[in-house]
């Protein structure tokens, strides 16, 4: 049983708000990249530093709404689960990946076997005996 407690699912002013000026934000950064580069005197370097500062600050704004709470939850709560997992070592890898070599490999060669039986079989077999 979950202990957190139940957060509302719907989504509020505030946060429809926050939402929006993060996404003018974000479409002012974009603007405001290809504005100045018309003039030719601002580095394309440093036009793509403001639109990564407009993207981060859009990012920060989109954090404090209940959507960006569940996305940093959601995020944290992955982080705790990638640290149980138990990666193989490399041993078992290599191990792993000749079987996987060894089994493909017999398989198109059974594969390429009943291929060679079946045409045999159909061209010459079969279809000499209707002709």
């Given at each position: 049983?979950?202990?957190?407690a139940?957060?509302?699912?719907?989504t509020?002013?505030?946060?429809?708000?926050k939402l929006?000026?993060?996404?003018?934000?974000?479409?002012?950064?974009?603007?405001a990249?290809?504005?100045?580069g018309?003039d030719?005197?601002?580095?394309?370097s440093?036009r793509l530093l403001?639109?990564?500062?407009?993207l981060?600050?859009?990012?920060a704004?989109?954090?404090?709404?209940?959507?960006?709470?569940?996305v940093r939850?959601?995020?944290?709560?992955s982080q705790f689960?990638m640290?149980?997992?138990?990666?193989?070592?490399?041993d078992?890898?290599?191990?792993t990946?000749g079987?996987?070599?060894?089994?493909?490999?017999?398989?198109s060669l059974?594969?390429?076997?009943i291929?060679?039986?079946?045409?045999?079989v159909?061209?010459?077999?079969l279809?000499k005996l209707?002709?």
């Open positions: 049983m979950n202990t957190k139940e957060q509302p699912k719907g509020n002013a505030a946060d429809i708000g929006v000026l993060a996404l003018l934000v974000l479409v002012a950064g974009i603007v990249y290809s504005w100045l018309r030719g005197n601002i580095s394309s440093v403001g639109v990564l500062a407009a981060v600050l859009a990012l704004i989109a954090a404090f709404t209940a959507l960006g709470r569940r939850n959601f995020i944290a709560e689960e640290r149980k997992v138990v990666w193989p070592t490399r078992e890898t290599i191990k990946t079987i996987i070599i060894l089994v493909v490999i017999v398989l059974l594969l390429g076997l291929d060679l039986i079946l045409k045999s159909i061209l010459d077999w279809l209707g002709g």
